[in-house]
């Protein structure tokens, strides 16, 4: 079975940073791209990054480029999204999915806010 | 980059009754490998989204039958034959055909 376990989030004063991890299980991590998306409090999803499979290819939405990084560990199996000069409107649930959303974490809650 | 839009953005529904959803996107979905990248994902209230089909028509593991997709190129539908209690909920349209993906904004299906 898939499992997708998303943790590191908080609340984080603007300007500051934070990194998210998403630990994964039950299938063959390094075969599979993998993505994140957040959805701010009561509002739609929205999609923030991707990587593939090898960590080589890494793809970001406008709002988050140039301030966040995405990475992946393929021995440790897991995701990692690098926040930094966080803003107020980054505030959002963040979740990982696998490839394109066929397999979705819980998320965990970032909150930016002095 | 590809906008998403979804018609309605609510959606009263009797049970039993049938449920339909439009998304278009501001351009062609058909991948340089010949794929048309568009999903439909479900939102249950208090949960993480759930992939109910691919590629436009190809429903997701465990998925119920009631749940198809059908369209091409910018025009697409996701139908569900008769709606029951446990599909209400938010339906979202999702392109992967081009970076960056996008979402379409959200219907929201609630029983009358």
């Known amino acids: 079975e898939v499992q997708l376990l998303e943790s590191g989030g908080g609340l984080v004063q603007p300007g500051g940073s934070l990194r998210l991890s998403c630990a994964a299980s039950g299938f063959t991590f390094s075969s599979y791209a993998m993505s994140w998306v957040r959805q701010a409090p009561g509002k739609g999803l929205e999609w923030v990054s991707a990587?593939?499979?090898?960590?080589?290819?890494?793809n970001y939405a406008d709002s988050v480029k140039g301030r966040f990084t995405i990475s992946r560990d393929n021995v440790k199996n897991t995701l990692y999204l690098q926040m930094s000069s966080l803003r107020a409107e980054d505030t959002a649930l963040y979740y990982c999915?696998?490839?394109?959303?066929?397999?979705w974490g819980q998320g965990t809650l970032v909150t930016v806010s002095s | 980059d590809i906008v998403m839009t979804q018609t309605p953005l609510s959606s009263p529904v009797t049970l039993g009754q049938p449920a339909s959803i439009s998304c278009r996107s501001s351009q062609s979905l058909v991948h340089s490998d010949g794929n048309t990248y568009l999903s439909w994902l479900q939102q249950r209230p208090g949960q993480p989204p759930r992939l109910l089909i691919y590629r436009i028509s190809n429903r997701f593991s465990g998925v119920p039958d009631r749940f198809s997709g059908s369209g091409a190129g910018t025009d697409f539908t996701l139908k569900i034959s008769r709606v029951e209690a446990e599909d209400v909920g938010v339906y979202y349209c999702?392109?992967?055909?081009?970076?960056?993906?996008?979402f379409g904004q959200g219907t929201k299906l609630e029983i009358k």
């Open positions: 990587i593939g499979g090898s960590g080589v290819g890494t």
């Open positions: 999702m392109q992967a055909t081009q970076f960056p993906y996008s």
């Open positions: 999915a696998k490839r394109t959303g066929d397999s």
